[in-house]
């Protein structure tokens, strides 16, 4: 793996999915998980995750819990309402410096209860009125964006060591993370809402930026502190579906610089997640300093082209990916997947720097997925060996 990373050619393409929940859901825990990645043949990982108490803040962030300020209060409650559709659920972080207050719609598939988390993809399409909606609500913003405590700290420190040990005895790759950029600001403002704002009110969008960056960094350093091999941010609302390469280098690439810094001073790889609208930020990537794209999707992804991609990036920026999940390996045919398989690893392995996965996830957990999984891995198994020869 550590060889792909570093874009060297290894002894053969390694296999390691991305995120695999169909298998995760099957497991006791990360560790039984790990090993049942290793018996399919896989190249999995070690990540580096600290138990929380906070999981229903934010089930889409992974890694150190979500804390609050001392001083904010919270109130939560459901409205049944004749003239609405669905029932509006209302959340209110009462902070010293304000409060700010956000609505919801409870759509049967609503997954939460009568309760609001503060970072979930599905407040994006749900909420009636978004946490945050200008520059007046950023200074209650920070008693929501406060540092790990001691005691978060010390627990995650606790079970990294547990779990760098296991990595140790497998001699697997350890990842840490996640990080977070402007994916935090569509869940607290909307996505259509903040790109407006990058037009009416750029100023508050680089506050916002600002904000989300620091309190993100401060939580990277925790997990850069213990060790880990690679360190992942999450960018899949950063791509150019929604931001522009001249956005993107205004809002985006300046903490993406400064993370990947910050990985490579504590002598650790950066990784950064983003399936969909790459090509346009190719050159944007190139300077960024990460050293993996992780989600190179050739179906789902808007506009991706893996020859195109891998011309621009050989040699300088490992990719991760190469085969869709949904689309080919969930719904597809043994023909589809084969085809897939060899293409990827045609294209994208010569010289190395390449790491194949379905992207993003492998959900589904019914008999014909699994199949088909299995055959991914069969396939992969006899590409890889005749790329090798």
């Not at 506009?303 to 011309?311: F, P, Q």
Request: glycine content about 8%.
């Amino acid at each position: 793996m550590m060889t792909a990373i570093e874009c060297r050619e290894p002894d053969y393409v390694p296999m390691c999915f991305m995120i695999f929940s169909a298998l995760r859901s099957k497991c006791k825990d990360q560790y039984e998980f790990i090993d049942k990645q290793l018996e399919m043949g896989l190249d999995a990982v070690v990540d580096l995750v600290s138990p929380s108490d906070t999981q229903s803040e934010h089930s889409d962030l992974h890694g150190l819990p979500v804390r609050f300020d001392r001083l904010v209060s919270i109130k939560e409650w459901r409205e049944d309402k004749n003239n609405e559709q669905f029932p509006l659920l209302y959340k209110e972080y009462i902070t010293p410096l304000g409060t700010l207050r956000t609505v919801v719609n409870k759509t049967n598939d609503w997954q939460h209860g009568d309760h609001v988390p503060l970072f979930d993809d599905y407040l994006i399409p749900r909420s009636k009125k978004f946490l945050i909606s200008n520059k007046n609500d950023l200074d209650p913003l920070r008693h929501l964006l406060i540092p790990p405590s001691k005691q978060d700290i010390h627990k995650f420190r606790e079970t990294a060591l547990k779990a760098k040990g296991f990595a140790d005895n497998r001699k697997l790759l350890v990842t840490g993370g996640w990080g977070v950029g402007m994916d935090l600001a569509c869940w607290i403002c909307g996505i259509e809402n903040l790109m407006l704002s990058t037009i009416y009110d750029p100023e508050f969008v680089g506050d916002l930026a600002d904000i989300i960056a620091h309190w993100n960094q401060e939580r990277m350093q925790v997990v850069l502190d213990v060790g880990v091999d690679l360190y992942i941010r999450r960018g899949w609302y950063e791509s150019a579906d929604f931001w522009p390469p001249d956005l993107f280098r205004q809002f985006i690439l300046p903490s993406l610089k400064k993370e990947a810094d910050m990985a490579h001073q504590a002598g650790a790889k950066f990784g950064y997640i983003l399936t969909t609208g790459t090509m346009p930020l190719l050159d944007a990537l190139l300077d960024s300093g990460i050293d993996v794209l992780i989600g190179v999707d050739p179906v789902q992804g808007r506009g991706t082209d893996l020859a195109e991609i891998k011309r621009k990036l050989n040699g300088k920026i490992c990719l991760w990916g190469g085969v869709n999940g949904f689309v080919t390996v969930e719904m597809g045919t043994k023909e589809e997947i084969a085809l897939a398989v060899q293409t990827a690893i045609g294209t994208l392995s010569q010289g190395g720097g390449f790491i194949l996965s379905p992207v993003d996830n492998i959900r589904d957990t019914s008999e014909a997925t699994w199949k088909n999984v299995e055959f991914m891995i069969d396939s992969w198994k006899n590409s890889s060996y005749d790329q090798i020869q």
